[in-house]
């Protein structure tokens, strides 16, 4: 058996659903986050923007974790986090202080996505510098250690040890990050290439003496998933994550993601 398969076939088959908090009221997007649990969604995401990213570039949104804290209260069973928050957009004490609190009005139920932030809207129309892609990702690498620290500090501490979803796919960069202090890795992209950027991250845990199956391997889908999802699952993926956009938060791509997550819990 692969490595690559043992990690697989340790985990559950997990499915999220990203509801877009976009183009949409409030009380809308409440609504999206309650139907998605009941359907039996794993988890709830966000994500963390000041503006959409599709359809009307001006048209309604709203802020990432004031939401998160929201639906903390509003929720009960799903995991609830960001896909992804941005590094630049808080301090990192700060950002693990708001982790640790989300953290414990949902009774443990928050997972810290996080990246090194890439939309330039956002940063230019908040007064963020900007900055290089290369620049982001060092600052993400320093922020990691201040966030972990901080959870070490606080009082109370966490409710639980946070997991923490590093998004992204640098290869130099960015996966060295997720071995030293990812939980989860999250991706984008097909089978293959999912498996050699896999391989990659298999390699930077064995260099630094981690278990390469501690890190769970997430991955954003679309389509159907009888089509694209025992191939992803082949790869090393158990954790597959559709999209839901506002206003009309259309939730059919989750129930068949579902319906197929059961298939393969047997």
């Not at 995401?45 to 359809?55: E, R, V």
């Not at 810290?112 to 890439?118: E, K, R, T, Y």
């Not at 966030?147 to 606080?154: K, N, Q, V, Y």
């Not at 694209?228 to 994550?241: I, K, P, S, Y």
Request: with cysteine; aromatic share 8%; proline share 5%.
């Amino acid at each position: 058996m692969s490595e690559q398969s043992s990690t697989q076939l340790s985990r559950p088959v997990r499915i999220g659903v990203q509801v877009q908090p976009q183009q949409a009221d409030y009380a809308q997007i409440r609504r999206a986050v309650a139907a998605a649990e009941e359907a039996g969604a794993d988890l709830v995401l966000n994500w963390d923007h000041f503006f959409p990213l599709y359809g009307d570039p001006d048209g309604k949104h709203f802020e990432c974790w004031t939401m998160l804290g929201a639906w903390a209260e509003a929720t009960t069973r799903v995991e609830i986090g960001a896909l992804v928050s941005c590094n630049s957009y808080r301090n990192p004490d700060l950002l693990a202080d708001m982790a640790r609190t989300v953290d414990h009005i949902s009774d443990g139920r928050l997972l810290l996505g996080i990246g090194a932030g890439w939309f330039q809207r956002d940063y230019d129309e908040y007064g963020y510098e900007f900055g290089t892609a290369g620049s982001r990702i060092g600052d993400l690498a320093e922020a990691m250690p201040r966030i972990e620290a901080r959870w070490a500090r606080l009082v109370p501490a966490p409710v639980r040890d946070i997991p923490v979803m590093i998004g992204g796919g640098g290869e130099k960069k960015t996966l060295p990050l997720v071995a030293r202090h990812a939980d989860i890795w999250h991706s984008f992209g097909d089978a293959e290439t999912l498996r050699r950027k896999a391989g990659l991250l298999d390699g930077y845990c064995r260099e630094i003496g981690r278990d390469p199956r501690e890190v769970e391997r997430s991955v954003g889908v679309e389509g159907d998933p009888a089509d694209v999802g025992d191939a992803l699952l082949g790869a090393g993926a158990t954790l597959f994550t559709v999209n839901a956009g506002g206003p009309g938060y259309d939730l059919g791509p989750l129930r068949d993601w579902l319906a197929w997550r059961d298939d393969h819990r047997g």
